[in-house]
């Protein structure tokens, strides 16, 4: 295949997996020790509202600044090292067919495919590779001695995404008006507005009003197929390749004790 002259970015979670990525590995984080029960249920309340209400800003920065104290300390080694050992396991059944279809209808038609999420290297891109998608852009975290340190160099939330893929787009030469976009949650607006073909799927409330209003495409993914069922193609180079996701696990992880110690769970 030629060179590639635009791209199709996507969100990760809901998008082109069935549920969080970060739900995901929940269990694997907490069985490893890097959070104890004590963390886990200080952050339980706020997994709860975000998972039931979705990612409005004052909640993703309320979190962001505490898991970023919660980290800190972190050995990133082992972090990589349980994302390892679990990631087909715990993914490969979530991944939706109808992404993986447009992945490849993307690339067909000179697309590079690139996976935008708030969650970082632990976890997107090994599931960027798992996937063969050409790039990530992901949360990246600051990383001393081979440890978090807690803070974040870059955040890819929100208008950080727009941001992230209008330098992407310029460094590759391609024409964002070109360009395809997908997400489900409003979060997302900034980045799919910034493209010519913006695509809301299985959307928050709040996107699918604006996606009503701007006349968007709804799209509705609602089957998940194992993705090593596809033969995945070699990764390509990474633009934002570290971040927060190892710490995003822990509310997670609140969220999966919170279930498990309600009658009704």
Same mark, same amino acid.
């Given at each position: /295949?030629?060179?590639?002259?635009?791209? $199709?970015?996507?969100?990760?979670?809901?998008? =082109?997996?069935?549920?969080?990525?970060?739900?995901?590995?929940?269990?694997?984080?907490?069985?490893?020790?890097? #959070? %104890?029960?004590?963390? !886990?249920?200080?952050?339980?309340? +706020?997994?709860? !509202?975000?998972?039931?209400?979705? +990612?409005?800003?004052?909640?993703? &920065?309320? /979190?962001?600044?505490?898991?970023?104290?919660?980290?800190?300390?972190?050995?990133?080694?082992?972090?990589?090292?349980?994302?390892?050992?679990?990631?087909?396991?715990?993914?490969?059944?979530?991944?939706?067919?109808?992404?993986?279809?447009?992945?490849?209808?993307?690339? +067909? @038609?000179?697309?590079?495919?690139?996976?935008?999420?708030?969650?970082?290297?632990?976890? !997107?891109?090994?599931?960027?590779?798992?996937?063969?998608?050409?790039? =990530?852009?992901?949360?990246?975290?600051?990383?001393?001695?081979?440890?978090?340190?807690? &803070?974040?160099?870059?955040?890819?939330?929100?208008?950080?995404?727009?941001?992230?893929?209008?330098?992407?787009?310029?460094?590759?030469?391609?024409?964002?008006? &070109?360009?395809?976009?997908?997400? &489900?949650? =409003?979060?997302?607006?900034?980045?799919?507005? $910034?493209?010519?073909?913006?695509?809301?799927? %299985?959307?928050?409330?709040?996107?699918?009003?604006? @996606?009503?209003?701007?006349?968007?495409?709804?799209?509705?993914?609602?089957?998940?197929?194992?993705?090593?069922?596809? #033969?995945?193609?070699?990764?390509? *180079?990474?633009?934002?390749?570290?971040?927060?996701?190892?710490?995003?696990?822990?509310?997670?992880? $609140?969220?999966?004790? *919170?279930?498990?110690?309600?009658?009704?769970?």
């Amino acid at each position: /295949m030629g060179e590639m002259t635009a791209a $199709a970015f996507f969100d990760l979670d809901k998008t =082109v997996i069935a549920k969080s990525s970060t739900l995901a590995f929940g269990k694997p984080f907490y069985k490893g020790g890097l #959070v %104890n029960r004590r963390a !886990v249920l200080k952050s339980s309340f +706020a997994q709860f !509202v975000y998972l039931l209400q979705g +990612a409005d800003e004052d909640s993703m &920065d309320k /979190m962001r600044d505490y898991l970023k104290a919660l980290c800190a300390g972190w050995s990133v080694q082992q972090v990589h090292e349980i994302v390892a050992e679990t990631l087909h396991e715990l993914i490969d059944p979530l991944v939706y067919a109808e992404a993986v279809e447009l992945f490849d209808e993307h690339r +067909a @038609a000179g697309r590079e495919v690139v996976l935008v999420s708030s969650s970082g290297e632990e976890v !997107v891109g090994p599931i960027g590779e798992m996937l063969g998608v050409d790039r =990530v852009i992901a949360t990246r975290m600051v990383v001393e001695d081979g440890r978090y340190t807690g &803070d974040i160099a870059f955040y890819a939330y929100g208008e950080g995404k727009e941001v992230a893929i209008r330098e992407l787009a310029d460094l590759c030469g391609w024409d964002l008006a &070109d360009c395809y976009a997908y997400s &489900d949650s =409003v979060t997302d607006v900034p980045m799919l507005t $910034a493209v010519g073909h913006p695509v809301a799927v %299985n959307p928050d409330k709040a996107l699918r009003r604006h @996606a009503t209003t701007q006349e968007w495409p709804v799209r509705v993914f609602a089957k998940p197929v194992r993705a090593s069922r596809r #033969v995945p193609t070699p990764a390509g *180079s990474a633009v934002a390749y570290a971040g927060v996701g190892a710490a995003a696990a822990v509310l997670a992880l $609140a969220w999966l004790l *919170s279930r498990r110690s309600s009658p009704s769970a």
